[in-house]
């Protein structure tokens, strides 16, 4: 009888285990025979899973679509003139942004447009602008004409008064100047389309000292309205045009709230606005990434600081600001201390240009990023612009913050040809704001002091005081915007921005009939007349000054004011004439009727 052979067991991968081994022990056993490698492949596929959602890729979305990016969204009021015949005509509007694959992250946008950003070469012009309070500005110029002096003079002014050429105005980003790269590609492609751009630079940057106690901030519209003020009045055949970037963008559009419509700006722009601060600032302190953004700008604002320390020390407390971290303790300690305010959020909803939308009364378009990783989404006032006719925002889903960077090598920046066209289109568009004539008179020569004019008094706070008449009257000979009002040949001419209206006065008729009436009485009497005319104009000259004065401070139509200067003076005039004129009417009736 055979006997059962058994076959012999694999043999066991795991070793001589014991039969008492845990779950947990063999789980260690199997994970120790996977190379590692593996293990540093897994590792790094995790991590950029992880940076892929920490840095807010976009990379395959953007495959996804095809490389075709994402459409703008537009929003605007449906009876808006600036959409239908400006922004319709823009192709950069109403197409697709694709930013650059290998910069497919706001973050990656921001860092790289900080760093390097490709700015084209070229050499500003400068000039120092001194604003009232005595404070020093840095202008910087392009032409359209060629950059180097040599072949365009520079004589206290970069163009001639009567240039036509456009003008555009930049206003910088928070501790930024004109040598930010971002500023030189739209002061570059603006130039470069034949149209002249001044950047003005915020206090005491562009390598420009503090020469007064005051320091420019995210409020303050101050400056920007001076110099704009300054340009209109020394090229008032130009164009100007506004464009504002980051907190540049939140100051341009206070200002145009605050303005409304006497204004000198034709149209405007804002790229990457905060719109509300409190939001904004709440914002960059949620995630560990804003966090970051906080930090560095604190820095950024700590080395301004540091740069006009003998002044800023003079006015806060220097090592309170020396030891701020974020955004929020700078403002605490140097800004509210300053500018005078009484709480942080007090300087920030005060200071939000979103308060201010609705009064904007100059075509204006404003460009922003959904994945801004500075100016949150949450800020932006969907429903305030979409109210206002003069207003078209434009929002991308992709860009960072002032980046859009586009192309293979990100040497272009998506927002600066958007600007162009706008900008161009608006010019040869009918819906370029013009400023009232009556509101643009008022504005002086910003050659003189603005205090030397005979109409008001500007104080050191800021207050507004009016002369006396007796100034008024004594300073009407030196000020160059003043109402001329002048006696020819019996006809009183009032001048008041190229209106000119007659007065008739009432001694026309008298005179005609002094000319017609041979002279009678004693010797001497042929001088009566002249002695009579002269007695009517010192009797007119009260009626001329109260006219004066009225122009002055209403500001109202002077057709007006003559129909009242004309009915309040008839009587006065006529009984006037009859006191002086009546012996000749007794001597001319005969005795009979007397």
Known sequence: MASNSVPPSPPNPMGNAAAGDSAAELLLRAAALVPPAHYALAALLLAC??????????????LLRGLRGGRVALTFHPASHVYHRVASKCRSLHGRYL??????????????????????????????????DGGTIALDWLLASDCEEADVGFCDGVISRDDSTPLVVVIPGLTSDSTAAYVKHL??????????VVVGNHRGLGGISITSDCFYNAGWTEDFREIVNYLHQKYPQ???????????????????????????VAGAVSICSPWDLLVTNRFIQRKLVQRCYDKAL????????????????????WEDIRKSRSIREFDHHATCVVAKYETVDTFYRRCSSANYISNVSVPLLCISALDDPLCTREAIPWDECRANKNIVLATTHNGGHLAFFQGLTAGKLWWVGAVSEFLLALHDSPCMHRQKAQEHSLHTSLESSIDKSPYVNFMEDGMVTAVTNDDANNSDSDNPISNEMELRNGM??????????????????????ENVTPAQGPVGSQEQPK????????????????????IRSQGRSVWLLAYIAFVTSW????????????????????????
């Open 99 to 132: 930013a650059t694959p290998w910069l497919a992250s706001p973050h990656l946008q921001t860092l790289f447009l900080s760093i390097s950003g490709r700015p084209p070469s070229f050499t500003y012009r400068r000039q120092l602008y001194t604003v009232r």
């Open 298 to 317: 604190a820095i950024g604002l700590k080395g301004y600081a540091k740069l006009h320390q003998p002044v800023l020390a003079r006015l806060a407390n």
């Open 492 to 513: 009183v001419d009032v001048q008041q921005n190229g209106i000119a209206t007659e007065i008739q006065n009432e001694c026309d008729g008298n005179r005609s009939q």
């Open 571 to 594: 009587p006065f005039l006529g009984a006037l004439g009859f006191i002086l004129f009546r012996k000749k009417i007794r001597n001319s009736l005969p005795a009979k009727r007397l």
């Open 531 to 550: 002695q009579n005319i002269d007695k009517i104009q010192d009797a007119i000259a009260p009626v001329k000054i109260s006219i004066n004065q009225l």
């Open 49 to 62: 899973a992880f940076l892929y959602r920490f840095l807010e890729f976009h990379l395959i979305g953007d």
């Open 238 to 264: 130009a164009p100007l045009f506004a464009v504002g970037t980051s907190i540049g963008a939140n100051i341009l559009v206070k200002y145009l709230g605050e303005e409304g419509e006497g204004i000198p």
């Open 187 to 196: 002061v570059f492609s603006m130039a470069s389309k034949g149209w002249n």
